[in-house]
């Protein structure tokens, strides 16, 4: 239908119609949306950090968790509970076509804002427990998650190696032979990317090189996939990799323990390992 079929067709009191896309009215806010209702949390102050980030607010996410985080909020709960939210929030309305590649990379970057505020208070333990190489699949540019998985371990007091993002896997395995990590990190948020896994392991094994264990994680990316080669063990949330790295260093975790054992490794019911 072209755009002047379309625009006649339509009562023009209720609906615009703009680039072809359809704007039904009454017109609401984002987080009026019924889906987002339900993600968007009601307290204080994770509510009002959510709403920075599905807002786009670098400034107002920010000020927001620069405030929470000096009335004692903990930095976990702002991540997990406020900023989190926010861009689960951005995604569905991505999903659903209300936002667009603009939104995403600006909440992205409002999100971004906040979890480095989050980072000063969470700080970098002085003594270091082991080295973890943490990288994005090749091909794949979202790093928030990463960012976050390295800012924990980094907490923790590991010597987190951040390769970045869309890290050619050959790039991966020369880091595995140069820091010889006790445990790898790789995430990937597309199911074009996630395939890069096997892959990564395939490599090291050409190089007759073995760790532990690879944390793989990431939106895309499933724990029955992930258990489909060896090497690799299905991450759930950021927050988890240094328990998963402290359950290889202390208690000699194989990657094969790591999957029997999540749950009692991460302290905490985790329906993927139930
Ligand atoms: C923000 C975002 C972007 C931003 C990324 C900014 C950045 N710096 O990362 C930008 C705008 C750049 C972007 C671009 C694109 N995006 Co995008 N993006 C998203 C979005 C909305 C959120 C992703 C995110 O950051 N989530 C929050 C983080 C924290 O989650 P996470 O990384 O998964 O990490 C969590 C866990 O997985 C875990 N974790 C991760 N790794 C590890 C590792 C270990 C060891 C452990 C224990 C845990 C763990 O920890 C975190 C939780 O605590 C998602 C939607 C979604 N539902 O995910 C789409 C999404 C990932 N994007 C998508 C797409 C398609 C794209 C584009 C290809 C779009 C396009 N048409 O151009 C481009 C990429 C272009 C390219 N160069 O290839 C699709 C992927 C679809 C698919 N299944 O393949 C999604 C799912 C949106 C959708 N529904 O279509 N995107």
């Known amino acids: ?34 889906d987002v209702v339900n993600i968007i949390p009601t307290e204080e102050p994770y509510r009002a950090i959510a709403l920075a980030v599905l807002y786009e607010d670098r400034d107002a996410s920010l000020t927001n968790v620069k405030k929470a985080l000096a009335d004692g909020t903990s930095p976990l709960d702002i991540i997990n509970k406020g900023l989190m939210k926010g861009i689960d929030a951005v995604s569905l309305l991505y999903t659903k076509g209300f936002y667009f590649l603009p939104d995403l990379m600006l909440a992205g970057d409002g999100m971004m804002e906040g979890v480095k505020e989050c980072e000063k208070v969470l700080g970098h333990k002085s003594e270091t427990k082991g080295t973890v190489v943490s990288f994005v699949a090749e091909g794949d540019p979202h790093d928030i998650g990463k960012n976050l998985v390295v800012m924990f371990l980094r907490a923790s007091g590991y010597e987190a190696i951040d390769m970045g993002r869309d890290v050619p896997t050959v790039d991966v395995v020369k880091a595995v032979k140069e820091y010889n990590p006790i445990f790898v990190t ?14 990564v ?25 992930i258990e489909s080669f060896p090497m690799s063990v299905y991450g759930v949330e950021a927050y988890h990799a240094p328990k998963l790295a402290d359950a290889i260093l202390k208690d000699k975790k194989t990657w094969k323990d790591l999957r029997k054992e999540y749950a009692d490794i991460v302290g905490e019911f985790v329906s993927e390992y139930s």
């Open 201 to 225: 392991v395939e490599a090291l094994q050409k190089e007759g090189l073995e760790v532990p264990a690879i944390g793989c994680g990431g939106g895309a990316v499933r724990k029955d996939f």
């Open 186 to 199: 790789g995430t990937a948020l597309m199911t074009t990317t996630m395939t890069v896994f096997p892959k």
């Open 1 to 34: 239908m072209s755009y002047e079929e379309l625009e006649n067709k339509i009562d023009q009191t209720f609906v615009a119609v703009r680039y072809n896309v359809e704007i039904e009215g009454p017109a609401i806010k984002p987080e009026e949306d019924p």
